[in-house]
């Protein structure tokens, strides 16, 4: 089975055709996948991608997003969350502060 996304489908400007699968037996459009960590041996790699349904009509509807944990000597856990596009919207939102309190803590020091 070929991973190249049908050219004929429409695909959000988010899809990367890389990684989209639309069209294919599991249809879904997806993100290139975010990994941060890992720089280290045995140090926690977390990637993150979001995948949204292809056949699905409505954009706004629920994606999922799929989050990976690897610290390189186990089998890495795998978490997949199907979440309502305005909870995700939520979720980014709620932790934008976590990142200025990380950003403050970094220049305290
Ligand atoms: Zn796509």
Same mark, same amino acid.
């Given at each position: ?19 989209? =699968? &639309? ?12 990994? !941060?960590?890992?720089?280290?041996? #045995? $140090? +926690? ?14 954009? =706004? &509807? ?12 186990? !089998?890495?856990?795998?978490?997949? #969350? $199907? +979440? ?26």
């Amino acid at each position: 089975m070929s991973s190249i996304p049908d050219s004929e489908l429409w695909h959000p400007s988010w899809c990367d055709p890389e990684h989209c =699968t &639309a069209g294919q037996l599991a249809s879904y459009h997806k993100n290139a996948p975010t990994t !941060v960590g890992g720089h280290r041996l #045995f $140090d +926690l790699k977390v990637t993150v991608q979001l995948w949204q349904d292809a056949d699905e009509p409505d954009t =706004t &509807a629920v994606a999922t997003v799929v989050v990976t944990f690897d610290n390189s000597h186990l !089998v890495p856990s795998i978490h997949a #969350f $199907d +979440l309502e596009a305005d909870v995700l919207r939520d979720l980014v939102d709620a932790l934008m502060p976590l990142r200025m309190i990380l950003d403050a803590r970094g220049r305290a020091r």
